[in-house]
């Protein structure tokens, strides 16, 4: 089973491995470098050797990069969209350097261009992006948000709609994430709303796009837009939701990946994964 967490890569990514085993993940998500920065400083050949070796050692794979945060692939100002393209450039050569198959980012914020517009936007940064990376394997996968604010992609037709103006479709996967799709209205709490969810979510974009799951319970409501992570089973989706998803054959390999709130120590990250663990029925 591909279970794992979040991991901070404090002190050089290739240490995100041993904070993984320690915790029992057999898979995981890091950010390529600090998540507030544009730019990292480059990945130096013995940097891109230690990753690695851990990655060997420790037999954690897949491994998920997260994009920073402040890419806008929509952004109205010219200098920020420029800075975003730069920076997911950025990021998608150093997945190539460390072998990385999935790039998680969210669509973007129209911030009051409009839904439409934004989604162009978004297609067309892509595919000039993945121009410029001609050949590499690295997917680029868009995660499901929440919809807060003015972000895009919190309702499956617009990522259909996003996908479908992408020229080269190999490039790209979708990520979901079970806060975010609670808070847009999809209610994954109960056997017939999840079956639904899941019904729509192939009609309207196809599971075999489905690369990555974000396994976060929700504090915010159905239908609230608010994206905010809970622990495992302790929020408003609660166990019949997770463990719905946790006993879904159809989302077996399917890397599943906790973001939620957590201490130095990640004794957090082991109650939420055994409890995830525990719902498996066999
Ligand atoms: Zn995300
Ligand atoms: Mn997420
Ligand atoms: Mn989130």
């Not at 973007?108 to 934004?118: I, L, N």
């Amino acid at each position: 089973m591909l279970l794992g967490a979040h991991m901070s890569i404090s002190g050089g990514v290739h240490t995100a491995f041993e904070r993984g085993k320690l915790v029992g993940c057999t898979t995981m998500q890091v950010f390529s470098k600090n998540n507030n920065q544009w730019k990292g400083k480059p990945l130096t050949d013995p940097d891109i050797i230690n990753y690695k070796n851990e990655a060997k050692k420790t037999n954690i794979k897949p491994v998920v990069v997260h994009s920073s945060y402040l890419i806008n692939l929509c952004a109205k100002d010219k200098s920020t969209l420029e800075k975003s393209h730069e920076s997911f450039l950025d990021e998608l050569n150093r997945c190539r350097l460390l072998g990385i198959p999935y790039f998680v980012f969210h669509p973007g914020s129209h911030v009051g261009q409009g839904e439409q517009t934004g989604l162009e936007i978004i297609a067309e940064s892509l595919n000039m992006l993945h121009e410029r990376t001609k050949g590499y394997r690295v997917k680029s996968v868009v995660e499901v948000t929440a919809g807060q604010g003015s972000n895009l992609g919190y309702r499956f037709e617009q990522i259909r709609k996003l996908i479908d103006m992408v020229e080269n479709k190999k490039r790209m996967g979708v990520c979901i994430d079970t806060c975010h799709l609670f808070a847009a209205g999809y209610d994954i709490s109960n056997d017939k709303g999840y079956e639904k969810t899941f019904e729509e979510f192939d009609k309207i974009i196809g599971l075999k796009r489905l690369m990555v799951i974000h396994l976060n319970d929700s504090k915010g409501i159905l239908g609230s837009r608010l994206d905010r992570h809970e622990h495992i089973g302790k929020g408003n989706i609660g166990d019949i939701g997770f463990s719905l998803l946790m006993n879904d054959k159809r989302l077996n390999g399917i890397p599943k990946i906790l973001e939620t709130p957590k201490g130095n120590d990640m004794k957090e990250d082991v109650i939420n994964l055994n409890r995830l663990r525990r719902y498996v029925q066999n």
